[in-house]
């Protein structure tokens, strides 16, 4: 049996301003309707051979993921929270410790979830092929055939054939190249461009990392045996997986271990690592625009327009990134997308948060935007999902007035318990315990008009929460 083994812990900054550290890349619909994890899912989902998924991911991502799972009717081998990032290769030995406690044969498949793959059918071929080398003792990459010099990706060069099977040893790996260095590359052959996805049996990973990185297996195992459920997750032990030193897959194992192998992989894969790959992969106009969203365009090349919340014009350009969101606009020429990331420093580094939030942001109750903010007020937008509710809670500087728009609130206020319906409106007095929640079966909007000395999201006293927030 292969476990696919879904590595969700990026954050994709230079896909800003869509991407952003609350709902990072892989969360996003970006080629498709489904977004990067959904269609990383869906690519074994069924699939004779393979497990349910098992997902490894920020814990602050949970919801997000959990809810995009049950979109896509999967049920998922396990959902296990990382309480601070650590890299590649603690993921893979939390996944390959728990698998092998239930298998001790498992193969797992590491995919990482932010990737696009245009021939799915070609990458399964692949992995039922590489399920022979794993077979014969090899930790199997899957090396992508570069069709052009590209400084954005590290390399592997292929070494001997192995007996009997499509995979090469390894040579060597190598890193991001300048401009001549990948073009020679290319022009010698035999390299290829390194995927970060990899097959491998359970028992051979933890070999290995046994055998180089001991520290790494022993802090994964301390932070299993702690582990915890929570709802539909598990909790790993945080302080000992805090303690567990990070490193990537490759640097822990695969350069150093002589039971590496790479099979070449023609599959139309792309890690959608900037603005730019997103227009290569793209559909393009008779121009060679990819254009998304309400979006005019008037003697405009080779570039692309996205627009979410209005509409965005462009006028005798070429060569850029547009991209316009409620709270941010992009432009870029499209050969400097890397050059993003900058952008995301410079707003952590002023204390500002477009990095983090868009102006709606999603809660396992339902979502809420601002809609309006002052000197002290804010007015926000709020929607409920049928049968969810928030926590009861409390706040300390600030009153809020709910005025239903669509649907019907139950409302907890003090003492009292009312049903609020459409045009009716509630006074919640500061310092008063309350909880709204949507009985119904459609959706529950409301606004809300916020009153105080201090509207900060972290004036918020829980009392009881049904998804486990403190």
């Known amino acids: 049996m292969i476990h696919p083994v879904i590595l969700s812990g990026g954050s994709g900054t230079r896909l800003w301003p869509l991407s952003r550290a609350a709902v990072p890349k892989q969360l996003l619909p970006l080629a498709s309707e489904l977004s990067l994890l959904q269609e990383t899912v869906q690519r074994f989902a069924g699939q004779e051979g393979f497990g349910a998924p098992l997902v490894v991911c920020n814990q602050e991502h949970r919801f997000l993921i959990a809810e995009q799972l049950r979109q896509l009717q999967v049920q998922p081998e396990a959902i296990v929270l990382e309480p601070v990032g650590r890299n590649t290769a603690p993921a893979a030995t939390i996944a390959a410790l728990r698998l092998t406690a239930q298998d001790a044969d498992a193969v797992m498949?590491?995919?990482?979830?932010?990737?696009?793959?245009?021939?799915?059918?070609?990458?399964?071929?692949?992995?039922?092929?590489?399920?022979?080398?794993?077979?014969?003792?090899?930790?199997?990459?899957?090396?992508?055939?570069?069709?052009?010099?590209?400084?954005?990706?590290?390399?592997?060069?292929?070494?001997?054939?192995?007996?009997?099977?499509?995979?090469?040893?390894?040579?060597?790996?190598?890193?991001?190249?300048?401009?001549?260095?990948?073009?020679?590359?290319?022009?010698?052959?035999?390299?290829?461009?390194?995927?970060?996805?990899?097959?491998?049996?359970?028992?051979?990973?933890?070999?290995?990392?046994?055998?180089?990185?001991?520290?790494?297996?022993?802090?994964?195992?301390?932070?299993?045996?702690?582990?915890?459920?929570?709802?539909?997750?598990?909790?790993?032990?945080?302080?000992?997986?805090?303690?567990?030193?990070?490193?990537?897959?490759?640097?822990?194992?695969?350069?150093?271990?002589?039971?590496?192998?790479?099979?070449?992989?023609?599959?139309?894969?792309?890690?959608?690592?900037?603005?730019?790959?997103?227009?290569?992969?793209?559909?393009?106009?008779?121009?060679?625009?990819?254009?998304?969203?309400?979006?005019?365009?008037q003697d405009v090349d080779t570039s692309l327009v996205r627009a979410e919340s209005r509409m965005v014009a462009a006028i005798g350009v070429r060569d850029l990134v547009i991209v316009e969101t409620a709270d941010a606009v992009l432009v870029v020429d499209r050969n400097r997308a890397q050059d993003v990331k900058q952008v995301v420093d410079?707003?952590?580094?002023?204390?500002?948060?477009?990095?983090?939030?868009?102006?709606?942001v999603q809660r396992p109750w339902g979502w809420y935007e601002g809609v309006d903010v002052g000197e002290r007020f804010q007015v926000k937008r709020i929607c409920v999902k049928p049968g969810a509710s928030l926590s009861l809670q409390m706040h300390h500087h600030r009153a809020e007035h709910w005025v239903v728009v669509?649907?019907?609130?139950?409302?907890?206020?003090?003492?009292?318990?009312?049903?609020?319906?459409?045009n009716e409106s509630v006074y919640i007095p500061l310092g008063t315990r309350h909880r709204l929640e949507n009985p119904g079966k459609l959706p529950l909007e409301i606004i809300e008009v916020q009153s105080g000395s201090y509207l900060g999201e972290d004036d918020i006293v829980r009392y009881s929460d049904a998804y486990g927030r403190s």
């Open 406 to 422: 669509r649907g019907t609130a139950q409302v907890v206020r003090g003492d009292d318990n009312l049903l609020v319906t459409e």
């Open 109 to 297: 498949l590491l995919l990482p979830a932010d990737h696009l793959i245009a021939d799915v059918a070609a990458f399964r071929s692949l992995v039922a092929q590489g399920l022979g080398v794993v077979r014969q003792g090899y930790l199997v990459t899957f090396g992508v055939v570069p069709h052009q010099p590209e400084t954005g990706y590290g390399y592997i060069q292929q070494g001997e054939a192995l007996g009997g099977t499509p995979a090469r040893r390894i040579a060597r790996f190598v890193e991001k190249p300048g401009a001549e260095a990948a073009a020679a590359m290319l022009e010698q052959g035999g390299y290829f461009w390194n995927s970060g996805m990899f097959l491998c049996s359970c028992q051979r990973w933890l070999q290995e990392m046994r055998r180089f990185r001991p520290d790494i297996v022993q802090a994964c195992e301390a932070a299993l045996a702690g582990e915890r459920a929570d709802l539909d997750f598990c909790r790993l032990d945080e302080a000992a997986f805090a303690a567990c030193p990070s490193d990537s897959i490759d640097y822990a194992v695969m350069e150093r271990t002589d039971r590496a192998a790479v099979l070449p992989a023609d599959i139309g894969w792309n890690d959608i690592g900037a603005w730019s790959a997103l227009w290569s992969v793209g559909a393009k106009d008779a121009r060679a625009n990819v254009v998304r969203g309400d979006v005019w365009l």
């Open 346 to 360: 410079a707003l952590k580094q002023a204390g500002r948060s477009e990095h983090v939030f868009h102006t709606r």
